[in-house]
Each structure stands twice: as structure tokens, then as C-alpha cells.
């Protein structure tokens, strides 16, 4: 996701779902009814699923009707084989009764009927030219504000979505366009399906009038499609055509595209862009008929393949999607625009991580359980620069070798911090642990107070870094000494104590000192000396 539209918006509260969860979804298939008339929306949600234990008692995430607003979904029927199972609703789940009809190891699929106003999750509001508009926005776990389901980034599912809708709406959603068929004069069904696996996070609808273009076809078999408002036409379709240069670049680079489409959908998302799986939200002000947006279009695409198919195992590793797609995206505008653009853009990033760390004492891997707080420049821009010094401490093609072991191995599936680890210690052949310890776990960056002096009559100087931050990092430090006569001599110094000290000869008289001159290094300080 992209947050620039966030900002100011980290104060939503989001809860915890501590549920003891006891079952692996396999398959949702997602009745949605919509209509003009009110903001109510009826539900009905099967859930095949796979009991991973025994268990009386089965735990699905829903939020309940809260008094104080009158939003919420009241649960209705819950039907398991023919049979009405009881069930008690909670704030945010349904606690159904399943008795003995199921044991560890059995595929069973239960139906649960439910009508509401959605008090998030499904944004129903209208657009910037006045029009009412349906989008879902399920990130984090907001999904279950409209949605029955296990609303945790661990557990992929396929999904059906649905939704019969007046007639002057197009409903888009994840996957392929299975139907769509007038039921009456101002009723339409909609139904699309997604055949991959993925996670509420990321399930989708978008529901409004749109001009839909396909803008191509990638690597023979992968649609492009625009989806923008019908006044942003000409604009929009200028501005998401730029999709098609940019899924071939990840597809060569990383892997293969998991899903059958992308859609790229001006919409309502609280955020700047997000992700959607294969059918990615962008805020309806993305489109400016300006291409400005490259940077937002890349960052979500590059999540199709970090955070999508190859998934965080919990929010606590959400750097894994956000730092990945962070970084992903200055990889792609190194490549398009070069090294410049890359540093400009990582020295901002570096920027922005200083002052972060400044006022935070949080470690990249965080446990914090209002996600929302994660949406930091931990997640994004340090989470990146750990990709790019480990591009450069292990070289460009050992680097991109682990980025493609990472992703054929986890694609589909979930990883954590330590499995990324062992992959690249795995291609790169060295232990990472004080890298990873260091960088992913520990809070902070190098403070570095770095003095030179140079000494004419040895013609030796003398570098001592200390670091002022409270836990000494180890790393290598790139020093570029420019001499009398106007030539550099550079020197990697290893640094790992609080305070360390270099000496070596020159071959001219130093006049100054330029510490990380090539921008590898994630670090803040100050450079003095004669
Ligand atoms: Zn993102």
C-alpha cells in the first residue's frame, strides 16, 4: 500500500482478533446484495474450510451491530449440512456451535447469512464527481467489518465475489469475469472469481460507473485493464496504461505474474494505492492525466509478487510486503531513469528513517497491535534500505539470485524475517544472523561522529568513528578521501564498537573527508577533521 493519503488518518483504531484459530480456509463464495436506496448491504458467505483440530466451537471474524452508530452486520441463518447451527455474535465474531458434525482432518463448508451497514471495510460514499460509489478497502483486517471470514494475512483462500447491483453500476473484483447477467430492470449479477489463493487483505469490489479500457496483453496471456471514473477518461487511461511497462520489468526480474489479470481502479481506498490482489486501488486523485503516479503504480504492482503472493506470516513482518514494494519500486526507476534518480530517492528515504528513529524505539519487526502504527517509515523506507545494503554488501546477481529463491519459495504461501534469512544465506553462502539481528530487530540506525585528522610528516590519517546511538551496529563503512592534486583515495572500514579507530597511509596530503560516498550505507552523521 501506498499511505501518502494516511497521514492524519493513524489514528483508526484497529482490534486485535485474538481468535484461537482452529481452521484453514480453503474457499469463501461471497453473495453481495447492493442497492441505491439505502446503505444496507445482505450477505450470504460459504466458507469451505479444513478443521485443523477438533473443536465444539467455531470462531469466524464479523463485526457486530455497535448500538452507539447502528452499523455492523447482524448474522442471520448459519447452516452447516441442511442443519441451523447456533451461534453467539460478539463485537468482532461469530462463535458458532458446530457440536460433534465435525473433527480434525474433515472438509465442511458452513453458510452464514447476514444484512448490515458497514461500519468500515466497504466504503459506500460517493465519488469526486458526486456519484455514489461502492469500493472495499479491507487493509489490515478490516475485511471483516462486510465480510465472514478468517481475517488474518496467514490464512489464503480462492474467492467468489457475487454482487447483484442496480443496473447503471460495473463491478469489478479479483480474478476473471465469470458472469454478468440482467436480472431485471434495474438489477444486475456480477460475478467474478479468483482461482488463486489469497488473503482478506487484499479481496476487493469495486462497484460504480467506470470506462473500462483493456490497455494490453502481458507476456501473451496477462489482460491490463483501466478501470477510472467515466469524467477522468482520456487522463485516466493515460496515466494506468504505464501498467504495461512496468509488470513485464517484475516478471522479468523476479518471477513469473501469479494471478490471470491486473486491473488497475481509480477509487474511494483511504490510502494512497492498495494493493488489492491483482485488482489494485489507487485514491481517485491518481489520476491526473500527468503520468505522476508512476512511482504509486509501481510500488502497488511490485506487491503482486511481495505481499500478495509471497505473503508476511503476520503484520509484525509487514516489511516484507511494504519495505519489499518500497524498494522494488527505486530498483525499477534505477532501471527506467538511472543510478541518480535511484539515489535521490534512497537518500530521501534515509532522510525520512533518521528522523523516524529520532522519535521511535521500535524495531523494523514490530509485535505492535494496532497495525495502522506499522505504517512507518520502518515498514517502508528502512525496510527498503535493508534490501539495498544488502544488495551492496553481497553484489547485484547474488542479490537478485535470493530475491527470485525468495519468491519461487514462498510464492503462494507465507514467510517471516528468518525464512528471508536463510535464503539469502543459503545463495549468498554467509551467515546474515548480525545482519538481520542488527537491522530487522534492533531499533535505530549508526549515529556516527566521524573525526579525521591527517598527519603530513607520516602523511598517515587517522579515522575514529564513534557511534552514539545506545547498541554499536557492525558494518562496512565506505570512506572517500580526496587529496591535494585532486585525487580520491576510497578505504572500506569495517566498523563495529562504539568506537573504532582507522589509520593508513596516502599518497598525497588529505583536504577532505566524504563518508558512504556511493549512498550504501543507512546511517546519519557528521564527517570533521584536517
Ligand atoms: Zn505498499
Redesign the pocket.
Known amino acids: 500500500?501506498?499511505r501518502i493519503i494516511l497521514f492524519g488518518l493513524a489514528l483508526i483504531s484497529c482490534v486485535l482478533l485474538h481468535a484461537q484459530r482452529k481452521i484453514d480456509v480453503l474457499h469463501y463464495t461471497f453473495r453481495i446484495g447492493l442497492s441505491d436506496s439505502s446503505d444496507n448491504i445482505t450477505g450470504d458467505a460459504l466458507i469451505r474450510f479444513r478443521m485443523l483440530e477438533t473443536t465444539p466451537n467455531l470462531l469466524i471474524d464479523l463485526a457486530a451491530v455497535n448500538p452507539a452508530t447502528s452499523k455492523g452486520m447482524k448474522a442471520g441463518k448459519v447452516m452447516m449440512k441442511g442443519l441451523p447451527l447456533t451461534y453467539t455474535q460478539t463485537e468482532q465474531q461469530l462463535n458458532i456451535s458446530l457440536g460433534a458434525i465435525v473433527s480434525a482432518g474433515d472438509t465442511a463448508e458452513i453458510q452464514i447469512q447476514y444484512s448490515g451497514v458497514p461500519s468500515d471495510g466497504l466504503i459506500i460514499s460517493k465519488n469526486k464527481y458526486g456519484h455514489r460509489t461502492f469500493f472495499a478497502d479491507n487493509w489490515p483486517n478490516r475485511g471483516h467489518n462486510w465480510l465472514p471470514c478468517v481475517d488474518d494475512p496467514g490464512d489464503k483462500a480462492s474467492v467468489d465475489f457475487i454482487v447483484t447491483a442496480p443496473q447503471h453500476y460495473q463491478v469489478v473484483s479479483n480474478g476473471l469475469l465469470i458472469e454478468e447477467t440482467s436480472l431485471s430492470a434495474d438489477k444486475k449479477l456480477t460475478h467474478w472469481r479468483e482461482d488463486v489463493p489469497i488473503n482478506t487483505k487484499v479481496m476487493v469490489i469495486g462497484v460504480a460507473a467506470f470506462a473500462v479500457q483493456r490497455s494490453g496483453t502481458i507476456a501473451g496471456c496477462i489482460p491490463v485493464y483501466s478501470w477510472v471514473y467515466p469524467e477522468d477518461r482520456d487522463k485516466g487511461f493515460y496515466d494506468y496504461e504505464q501498467a504495461n511497462e512496468i509488470l513485464p520489468f517484475f516478471i522479468r526480474e523476479v518471477g513469473p505474474y501469479g494471478y490471470r489479470k491486473l486491473a488497475n481502479v481509480q477509487s474511494k481506498t483511504i490510502f494512497g494505492g492498495l494493493?488489492n490482489a491483482n485488482t489494485i486501488f489507487y485514491a481517485e486523485g491518481s489520476v491526473r492525466g500527468d503520468r505522476r503516479s508512476e512511482g504509486l503504480l509501481t510500488?502497488?504492482i511490485a506487491?503482486q509478487w511481495f505481499?500478495n503472493m509471497a505473503t508476511e506470516k503476520s503484520f509484525a513482518h509487514l516489511w516484507l510486503?511494504?519495505g519489499f514494494?518500497t524498494y522494488m519500486t527505486i530498483y525499477y526507476m534505477e532501471s527506467k531513469y538511472g543510478r541518480d534518480t535511484a539515489v535521490k530517492m534512497l537518500e530521501e528515504d534515509r532522510r525520512q528513517v533518521a528522523a523516524f528513529a529520532r522519535k521511535s524505539n521500535r524495531a523494523i519487526v514490530d509485535e505492535d497491535p494496532d497495525f495502522m502504527k506499522l505504517l512507518n517509515a520502518n515498514s517502508y523506507q528502512k525496510g527498503g534500505w535493508v534490501l539495498h545494503m544488502l544488495r551492496q554488501q553481497l553484489g547485484h546477481e547474488v542479490f537478485m539470485k535470493a530475491i527470485k529463491k525468495y519468491y519461487a519459495q514462498y510464492a503462494g504461501s507465507n514467510a517471516d524475517t528468518r525464512d528471508l534469512q536463510h535464503v539469502f544465506e543459503q545463495v549468498s553462502g554467509k551467515s546474515l544472523k548480525t545482519f538481520f539481528d542488527q537491522w530487522l530487530y534492533q531499533p535505530g540506525i549508526p549515529q556516527l561522529d566521524i573525526k579525521w585528522n591527517y598527519a603530513p610528516r607520516t602523511k598517515k590519517i587517522t579515522i575514529t568513528v564513534k557511534q552514539l546511538q545506545p547498541q554499536a551496529f557492525s558494518f562496512p563503512l565506505k570512506i572517500a578521501i580526496q587529496c591535494s592534486g585532486g585525487k580520491t583515495q576510497t578505504q572500506v572500514l569495517q566498523v563495529k564498537n562504539n568506537t573504532d579507530t582507522f589509520s593508513f597511509s596516502l599518497t598525497g596530503t588529505a583536504s577532505s573527508v566524504l563518508a558512504d560516498p556511493d549512498t550504501e550505507l543507512l546511517y546519519e552523521g557528521t564527517v570533521t577533521g584536517k
Open positions: 500500500m501506498n494493493e510500488h502497488e506487491h505481499g510486503s511494504e514494494a
